[in-house]
């Protein structure tokens, strides 16, 4: 079965934190990410202090710039995915609260300094934007509604981890749940790990929303592929990937390892997997016939 995949959203894996993450480790854990076919990914930085968000960002722009060079068998970075400091204070989930900001076109410069380059998505609660997504939609960086209490999507492009991190639909009252999920033109990202959702809301997805707007994600934690606790968003967080609380912080699997699962278990297809895992996250990213051939090598 030789499928293909590329992950959005994972904050990685084998005991690796991209938040806090060495040059030597990010480059450990795209080589092992590379050995279960994940051709390309999305590194996903949850909110933290603006030295420690630009230390990160330096490591993966030398990685980035590396890779343009030449390619080693380890999966691509294909831009960087901002989960945190625009998130609403009342769906923070396992975040830190104290690290948001409000989305403002000026915060965002002031975090992302000079690598504002190499960030590709950025998630946002669009009832707290003041004036960034319209900056980051005419700057070319996807921007994604999620963590959220707001019913609007404004004029976001995606939503993050569906259903997750966001009100749930109502029967009388707008929601961005609802919106992502009938919007035609809206991308949808699914943890389809059979936790983060249950089976018939993923039938449901599956039964309503376009087939070329879902995009399959991980959210998979450090902890995924290892076998001790980790501390995460300075919490410790257990195999199952919760905290002490039982709050979810995340997955435990790799993206590979879900939509496998979805196979052995007769909920998607091998050519569906095929289109959620890795054809829909190219055409969302926009990806140039040369990473497309690196991807497909």
Do not use: W
Request: net charge neutral; hydrophobic share 35%.
């Amino acid at each position: 079965m030789n499928l293909k995949f590329i992950d959005i959203h994972t904050h990685g894996g084998f005991g690796v934190d991209f938040n806090y993450a060495s040059y030597n480790e990010v480059k450990y854990l795209l080589k092992e990410l590379y050995k279960k076919n994940i051709k390309g990914i999305c590194p996903t930085l949850v909110g933290d202090k603006k030295e420690n968000m630009q230390r990160q960002f330096s490591i993966f722009k030398k990685i980035i710039e590396e890779q343009r060079q030449k390619t080693e068998n380890e999966s691509i970075i294909l831009g960087l995915h901002l989960e945190g400091s625009f998130l609403s204070p009342d769906k923070s989930g396992i975040q830190d609260k104290n690290n948001f900001l409000e989305p403002t076109v000026k915060n965002f410069k002031d975090l992302t300094g000079e690598y504002s380059g190499i960030i590709k998505i950025v998630t946002v609660a669009p009832e707290k934007d003041i004036d960034l997504i319209n900056y980051l939609n005419e700057n070319k960086i996807i921007t994604q509604a999620g963590h959220t209490t707001g019913d609007n999507l404004k004029n976001a492009k995606g939503a993050t981890h569906l259903f997750n991190a966001m009100n749930p639909i109502h029967h009388r009252n707008p929601s961005i749940a609802l919106s992502a999920l009938i919007k035609d033109e809206i991308y949808t990202e699914v943890i389809a790990d059979l936790i983060h959702l249950s089976e018939d809301i993923l039938t449901l997805i599956l039964k309503t929303k376009q087939k070329d707007k879902i995009l399959l994600v991980s959210d998979s934690l450090p902890v995924s592929n290892y076998d001790k606790d980790i501390i995460f968003c300075n919490k410790k967080i257990n195999k199952y990937g919760k905290d002490e609380n039982g709050t979810i912080a995340g997955s435990v699997k790799t993206l590979d390892e879900i939509c496998l699962n979805l196979i052995n278990k007769g909920i998607l297809t091998h050519n569906q997997i095929e289109q959620f895992a890795f054809i829909n996250q190219l055409n969302y990213l926009e990806i140039s016939s040369r990473e497309v051939d690196i991807l497909n090598r």
